[in-house]
């Protein structure tokens, strides 16, 4: 059994933590109408991947603490723009207080919490006693290290089609196309025409890149950072191109230039 | 060994039912026992363009539902007597199909010794384009040189390889095949259509047919006849050419593919 919280025949639902696509919106300024003008000329470039997306509010790059009241016009002004404020992230200091007050939760990092409880409960071990005896004691509990090797896709990504290496990279040795995504908790390689969406790093893994060998993407993110090409820069469409994160910027080369 | 061939698009009015009726004929021709079935429940077409609508007494759905039999609702076709048709029902909608009455009325056309089903697929992703595919064992994906009908067959390949019997239970993947309808090399030429090699390397297959964009396909179509079997016109020659390849023929090349050579006068007077 490796389900988080184990269900018995007669249970109705499951319980465990998982991994939720949210979009993560790190509030610069409290400036509710310049958050929505910019929300809304952001979300036009590509209006299906925000529509109805849950929002997590990032308080941290505000110096002072936000008005309760300010907050309020903020989440409003997510929801004209189509999204759903659903929790405040941990990584503010004042959003435990913020929080409660917004009737939403504090949404802590999604690295720990994903992680399956058996592994935890390996690293808690391991760290109490000395470890020749613990590792030569098997567990039976213990769940199987996540694979080392990327997870191979040898057929083409069709449109409306989806695949995620969880924990690993995604080697694609086919075409992505037009309305496909392809996404990676590390890097993304496409040999093969990418046409759709690429996103690497999704849990947040800055360091991770896309790599693929004729670039005509619809979009790419990495850790969340994400650049939509409603036209595609001639440098770029066409090549073998790779895109990395620097700082908070999304950067593109061209190979073999 | 019954094959069961869907013919598909995602997108609507690209040119299923035609090459639906034109594929049967052409494989019935060859002596081969074909039945096609219209899975277009509600927007009955096939029966029209296979001249036989005025011989519909029983439907798809009857056979479903157990008010006539299976032998009562095939139409036998005028032209050729190894080719049987099943119409869809005008009068219901698609959620009169269900994965068990298609495959009841498949299994009895195989255990009737059908060399070949032809499903001619509704458009969309919907129950009737679902059920269509289920239990195809190949597949013909009618595209249009355009981008959107090229962007929806992308779309039905991904369900082809994923939401038929053949993708759920693991076995050998459904086989498939491109079939580039309404092409017009001067259009092409021009730059305002895809071209055969744009659409083979968007979608990563090869083509088994290119039909020229031709008047005769309406003609046809009023007149009730399979564009297959109107002599004399470059789409009946290249549905021929695309019967031949499903059929294994694989040395034929691709025909009324390049721009039409002005005559003298044309180039003069500009044609
Ligand atoms: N090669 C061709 N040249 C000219 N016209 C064509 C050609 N093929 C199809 N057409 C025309 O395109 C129209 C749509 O054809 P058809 O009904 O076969 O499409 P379909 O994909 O079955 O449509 P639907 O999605 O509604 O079932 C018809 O008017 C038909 O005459
Ligand atoms: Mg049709």
Do not use: W
């Given at each position: 059994m490796k389900k988080a919280a184990a269900a018995t025949p007669a249970s109705v639902i499951d319980l465990r933590f998982g991994q939720v696509g949210l979009l993560q919106v790190r509030l610069r300024e409290v400036d509710a109408p310049a958050i929505k003008a910019e929300l809304a000329a952001r979300i036009a470039s590509a209006p299906q991947f925000f529509q109805h997306t849950g929002v997590c509010l990032d308080l941290?790059?505000?110096?002072?603490?936000?008005?309760?009241?300010?907050?309020?016009?903020?989440?409003?002004?997510?929801?004209?723009?189509?999204?759903?404020?659903?929790?405040?992230?941990?990584a503010s200091p004042t959003a435990d207080q913020l929080a409660p007050a917004l009737d939403l939760p504090v949404l802590a990092g999604f690295r720990q919490?994903?992680?399956?409880?058996?592994?935890?409960?390996?690293?808690?071990?391991?760290?109490?006693?000395?470890?020749?005896?613990?590792?030569?004691?098997?567990?039976?509990?213990?769940?199987?290290p996540p694979p080392t090797s990327g997870l191979v896709h040898t057929q083409p990504v069709r449109s409306g089609q989806r695949v995620y290496a969880r924990e690993r990279d995604l080697i694609v040795t086919a075409a992505v196309g037009a309305g496909a995504e392809v996404m990676a908790d590390g890097c993304v390689h496409v040999y093969g025409t990418l046409r759709g969406r690429a996103m690497a790093g999704v849990r947040g893994d800055t360091n991770a890149r896309l790599f693929c060998q004729e670039f005509r993407a619809e979009l790419v993110a990495i850790a969340g950072v994400f650049r939509?090409?409603?036209?595609?820069?001639?440098?770029?469409?066409?090549?073998p191109v790779q895109a990395w994160l620097e700082g908070e910027a999304l950067r593109f080369s061209r190979f073999g230039v | 060994m019954t094959e069961i061939i869907v013919v598909t698009s995602g997108k609507g009015g690209v040119g299923k039912t035609t090459t639906s009726a034109s594929l049967a004929c052409g494989l019935a021709r060859t002596g081969k026992r074909v039945a096609v079935i219209?899975?277009?429940?509600?927007?009955?077409?096939?029966?029209?363009?296979?001249?036989?609508?005025?011989?519909?007494?029983?439907?798809?759905?009857?056979?479903?539902?157990?008010?006539?039999?299976?032998?009562?609702?095939?139409?036998?076709?005028?032209?050729?007597?190894?080719?049987?048709?099943?119409?869809?029902?005008?009068t219901r909608d698609k959620d009169a199909l269900t994965a068990e009455g298609v495959r009841k009325v498949l299994d009895e056309l195989i255990a009737d010794g059908f060399d070949f089903i032809l499903c001619d697929s509704?458009?969309?992703?919907?129950?009737?384009?679902?059920?269509?595919?289920?239990?195809?064992?190949?597949?013909?994906?009618v595209v249009n040189p355009e981008v959107s009908s090229v962007r929806d067959s992308d779309r039905i390949?991904?369900?082809?390889?994923?939401?038929?019997?053949?993708?759920?239970?693991?076995?050998?993947?459904?086989?498939?095949?491109?079939?580039?309808?309404?092409?017009?090399?001067?259009?092409?030429?021009?730059?305002?259509m895809l071209s055969i090699a744009d659409v083979k390397d968007i979608l990563g297959l090869d083509v088994i047919g290119v039909i020229p964009e031709s008047p005769q396909v309406l003609s046809a179509s009023n007149a009730g006849t399979p564009v297959i079997m109107m002599d004399?016109?470059?789409?009946?020659?290249?549905?021929?050419?695309?019967?031949?390849?499903?059929?294994?023929?694989?040395?034929?090349?691709?025909?009324?593919?390049?721009?039409?050579?002005?005559g003298f006068f044309a180039r003069v007077f500009g044609g």
């Open positions: 941290s790059a505000l110096e002072h603490p936000p008005e309760v009241a300010t907050l309020r016009g903020i989440v409003e002004a997510i929801r004209l723009a189509g999204m759903i404020t659903v929790g405040v992230s941990d919490l994903s992680r399956p409880p058996a592994q935890l409960v390996r690293a808690a071990k391991a760290a109490a006693q000395p470890a020749p005896e613990a590792v030569s004691e098997p567990e039976p509990e213990i769940a199987p939509v090409f409603e036209t595609l820069p001639e440098e770029l469409a066409g090549h | 219209d899975f277009d429940i509600g927007l009955r077409n096939l029966d029209l363009i296979m001249g036989c609508e005025r011989r519909v007494v029983y439907d798809f759905v009857n056979v479903i539902n157990g008010d006539c039999t299976l032998k009562q609702a095939l139409i036998k076709d005028k032209r050729i007597d190894t080719l049987f048709v099943l119409a869809a029902s005008q509704p458009a969309g992703i919907e129950k009737g384009a679902h059920l269509a595919m289920y239990y195809a064992d190949r597949a013909v994906v390949l991904g369900l082809l390889a994923s939401k038929t019997e053949r993708a759920e239970k693991g076995g050998t993947k459904v086989r498939e095949h491109l079939l580039l309808t309404r092409y017009s090399p001067t259009r092409v030429a021009a730059g305002e004399e016109s470059d789409a009946a020659a290249a549905y021929g050419d695309a019967v031949a390849r499903l059929l294994g023929d694989e040395s034929l090349p691709m025909r009324f593919i390049d721009e039409p050579k002005k």
